[in-house]
């Protein structure tokens, strides 16, 4: 299918760039109209008793919160004096009226709570008509231009107004420092501005994606002010990484010699394959978020998710073709020296040797390294979004703070307690008449009052923390009195949960039918109870959808559950800093935020999804080569090794890469963005080094075959879903010089004698039960690209099919040893074979059955005895091979420096 895609790609290029070209500038205005649409809030429960209250407060009682709060104060002059009266309300009543409804102060209502403690301050209440972030442009200058009193302005809509400008500001500011960074990075990767330009023109098209994604979606729903930066981020930095797995993959085609659409149709088949299963699992978790009824969750899930799959098929559709066009001049504009691939094997080489020898210490020392970073964790304290979530210097922020400070204790934000009184008929039922004659009569109910709540109100106020219960409106048509409940405490304290808790707890008045309690706190526990009952669900299907996708991908049962294991060491590593780090505070000073010493809970539950799809895309990754190695050498503590060493290098510099978006956008104004881009910084430090790096080979060298299990009765089901390409041909090379790689080495387990490492090796081979686990491919790895070399039809065959010129055992060959770069003789190859092709001047093992393999022409470098096996023999100076005679014919190999 992908190689498929790739040619049809390759062939219509110009039409594909063209059409891109095209949508994008179309589309561009589109996705600038976003900026005033998103909005506020978005945490409750629609289905929530304090969702219900909310909803009755508008319906019935004209709205609780105001859209506007003007706080004025004056130095010296005090509330109660004519002149401050004058001046506010001759500022009031210049306000046009076709976008106030209606405005509210202390001398028109006579409330003590309007006033701060010294007198010098108070505040209106303004509440808006029609579109509200209209009506607060048009009347925002003029709410300033007060006579001699200092004007501050705050409030729901001022907020949200200062919730975009600040989200259109981090924005600019996180592209315009990553942006030049990335370019550096991906200079230094690639070592040419072509190939280093290309991850970013990808990355652009993801953000202009995400940002039209956006404006469609708020044509249908909600989207929260907070998804803007986060569905960007993860736009960006994901378009990066796939297509720098893409463009590596071209460049390697390419050094190889093959021609332009070769190397597309190979790169699809490859890389594009990976991609487009990292991308589908990582969009799967983000899905997992439309379980959740908060409108925060749904839109961030909905939009992260369509910008992944953005992501994916720019890098899928859109790069290809740009390399289909460029080929060979994608390396060009050098800007720094290519050294190619190290002969020393490099860092990742020393790592998987190490861990392939000492697996169980590796296992248990970074457990306990993760398990210790989760423990902050263990006491985390859930909180609210407010208005803490701005920078210190936010005029709407100071508004709340003061008037929390200066005034009366949470004045404006009290417990309601909405009380659904049982009323009667105040005479006969009226006797309806004939059908269809009119409408039936309603008898007269007894009217509601502030008698019906009296015992309740006594009752209230004898709870702890409480310093008042007023009566804050009447419901005539609902039967419904609104008390106003306010205490002494911070509204997400544990004091003011356990006030709520005792409230919904008491036993109702006999004229009482339902109580109903609303208001910040109260929602805060609903919020936390529908995450508690929903978590299971969305845990559930995102595990179940993400197993069958893993168990498509690499034909085994046992890769995919521990691939959800790791996940949950990373996902408790990551809670555990962002507890330390926010909730506790140390890096309060550090990124310039207010702890509130609390977690936002909906913003835990995006962070959990999101890292569960980051994490899963680098298990893919790594796996992928392992298990190609293992389908080709039937070892796998080779196949780990070598799938280590492999992939090590790549998965660093895409985590670098994707470090560098995230932390671009954690310098952000707004508190979550800057949580939630810790919380992914750590999760991917920890994931590309001690979990992928480390953990995921140690917990595969212990598990041995048994990593491959499958059981004859899921055999036939993965052979019809199997996703997975065949063995490429040759393994890649994760060098970005595009150049051909020298032949992979193999970390063996343990240092020793030759024969003693080959020996546990193939013991190592010998204990996997062959009847539960994929027959290892009789093709072992290729050293050149098999294109430049024409093979026999069985050597094409693939792995696993019978080939009848199996290739018998050599005689030892006499004569001198060769030199370095001679292509040894084909003395002992069957019919006289000619000579052996050589790559950079030393003999290359092929990797079909059928292929030479290169012998010692003098006795005295035999490493063992002829009559032996395995035979060690030289290929080149520094290098030896050992090789191993598979039962029933063929060959298989693992090289090792001397």
């Known amino acids: 299918m992908f190689e498929r895609a790739g040619r049809l790609v390759y062939r219509g290029r110009w039409t594909l760039l063209v059409l891109t070209l095209a949508a994008a500038l179309l589309v561009a205005p589109l996705g600038l109209e976003l900026f005033g649409r998103m909005a506020d809030g978005g945490f409750e429960d629609p289905r929530a008793d304090s969702t219900t209250a909310a909803r009755w407060n508008d319906q019935w009682y004209g709205g609780h919160a105001p859209d506007v709060v003007v706080l004025y104060r004056h130095p010296s002059v005090e509330v109660r004096d004519p002149r401050y009266k004058r001046a506010v309300h001759d500022s009031l009543r210049r306000l046009p009226a076709e976008h106030v409804r209606r405005m509210v102060t202390y001398w028109t209502t006579g409330a003590k709570e309007m006033v701060s403690r010294d007198g010098h301050s108070t505040y209106a209440l303004v509440t808006l008509k029609g579109d509200e972030q209209r009506a607060y442009a048009a009347i925002a200058a003029r709410l300033r231009t007060v006579e001699n009193l200092y004007v501050s302005v705050g409030g729901a809509v001022p907020l949200l107004k200062e919730l975009n400008d600040q989200t259109a500001a981090d924005l600019a500011r996180a592209e315009a420092i990553s942006m030049p960074v990335l370019l550096v990075l991906l200079v230094v990767v690639f070592g040419s501005l072509v190939a280093a330009g290309l991850p970013l023109l990808v990355g652009l098209l993801a953000v202009l994606g995400a940002l039209v994604l956006l404006r469609l979606l708020t044509e249908v729903t909600e989207v929260s002010v907070f998804s803007l930066n986060v569905v960007t981020m993860l736009g960006l930095g994901l378009a990066i990484d796939y297509s720098l797995f893409v463009l590596k993959a071209f460049r390697e085609e390419i050094g190889r010699g093959a021609s332009n659409e070769q190397a597309v149709v190979r790169t699809m088949a490859t890389a594009g394959r990976t991609v487009a299963f990292s991308g589908l699992t990582v969009a799967t978790a983000l899905l997992g978020l439309l379980l959740f009824p908060q409108m925060f969750l749904r839109s961030i899930g909905l939009g992260a998710a369509a910008v992944v799959l953005v992501a994916m098929g720019a890098a899928l559709v859109v790069l290809p073709a740009v390399l289909g066009i460029l080929g060979p001049r994608v390396n060009a504009l050098r800007l720094t020296p290519d050294f190619g691939r190290r002969e020393g094997g490099g860092v990742w080489h020393a790592v998987a040797s190490s861990v392939m020898r000492r697996p169980l210490l590796y296992l248990v020392v970074v457990t306990v390294v993760l398990v210790s970073l989760a423990v902050p964790f263990l006491h985390v304290k859930f909180g609210n979004v407010d208005h803490r979530v701005l920078p210190a210097a936010s005029e709407g922020r100071r508004v709340a703070e ?204 995006l962070i959990l999804a999101v890292v569960f799809g980051l994490s899963m895309d680098y298990e893919l990754f790594l796996l992928s080569r392992v298990r190609a190695e293992w389908l080709r050498t039937g070892d796998n503590t080779a196949a780990v090794a070598a799938g280590l060493q492999q992939t090590g290098g790549v998965i660093t510099s895409a985590a670098l890469l994707l470090l560098v978006v995230i932390g671009a956008f954690s310098t952000a104004g707004i508190t979550i963005v800057k949580l939630l881009g810790v919380g992914m910084f750590v999760a991917i430090v920890v994931d590309a080094t001690l979990v992928r790096g480390l953990l995921v080979p140690a917990s595969m060298r212990l598990l041995g075959g048994a990593n491959w299990w499958l059981p004859r009765s899921w055999r036939r089901l993965h052979h019809h879903i199997d996703l997975h390409p065949p063995s490429p041909p040759h393994p890649p090379s994760h060098s970005p010089s595009g150049h051909p790689p020298s032949p992979p080495r193999a970390a063996l387990p343990a240092p020793g004698p030759p024969g003693a490492t080959a020996s546990r090796s193939a013991a190592s081979r010998a204990s996997a039960p062959p009847q539960d686990g994929p027959p290892p491919a009789s093709v072992p790895p290729a050293s050149v690209p098999l294109s430049s070399v024409p093979l026999s039809s069985e050597a094409r065959s693939g792995p696993g099919q019978s080939r009848p010129d199996r290739l018998p055992r050599p005689a030892r060959p006499q004569g001198p040893a060769p030199s370095e770069g001679a292509v040894p003789g084909a003395a002992g190859l069957p019919g006289g074979a000619s000579p052996v092709v050589t790559f950079k001047g030393r003999p290359a093992v092929f990797g079909a059955d059928t292929d030479p393999v290169p012998l010692p022409t003098d006795p005295r470098e035999a490493v063992e005895p002829a009559g032996e096996r395995p035979g060690w023999v030289r290929v080149g100076r520094g290098r030896t091979r050992v090789v191993r005679a598979r039962p029933g014919g063929g060959w298989t190999w693992a090289e090792v420096d001397e």
């Open 402 to 605: 003061t008037l929390d400070r200066d005034f009366a204790r949470n004045a404006m934000s009290p417990i309601d307690v909405h009380v659904l009184v049982e009323r009667t008929f105040t005479g006969e039922p009226a006797v309806p008449g004939p059908l269809g004659q009119g409408h039936t009569p309603i008898s007269a109910v007894t009217p509601v009052s502030p008698v019906d709540v009296r015992p309740l109100v006594t009752r209230l106020k004898r709870l702890p923390h409480v310093t008042g219960v007023d009566v804050a409106g009447l419901a005539r048509d609902g039967g419904a009195v609104r008390l106003s409940v306010r205490y002494d405490r911070d509204p997400m304290s544990d004091e003011a949960r356990s006030l709520v808790r005792s409230i919904r707890a008491m036993t109702p008045e006999p004229n009482v039918r339902r109580v109903v309690v609303g208001g910040a706190t109260a929602a805060q526990l609903d919020l936390q109870d529908s995450l508690l009952a929903t978590l299971p669900w969305m845990a559930l299907v995102v595990c179940a959808v993400t197993w069958v996708l893993l168990f498509a991908a690499f034909g085994s049962l046992v890769l995919p559950v521990k691939a959800l294991l790791m996940n949950v060491l990373s996902i408790g590593a990551s809670f555990g800093v962002i507890v330390w780090a926010f909730q506790d505070g140390h890096l309060a000073s550090v990124l310039r935020f207010t702890s509130t010493g609390s977690i936002e809970a909906t913003v835990t539950v």
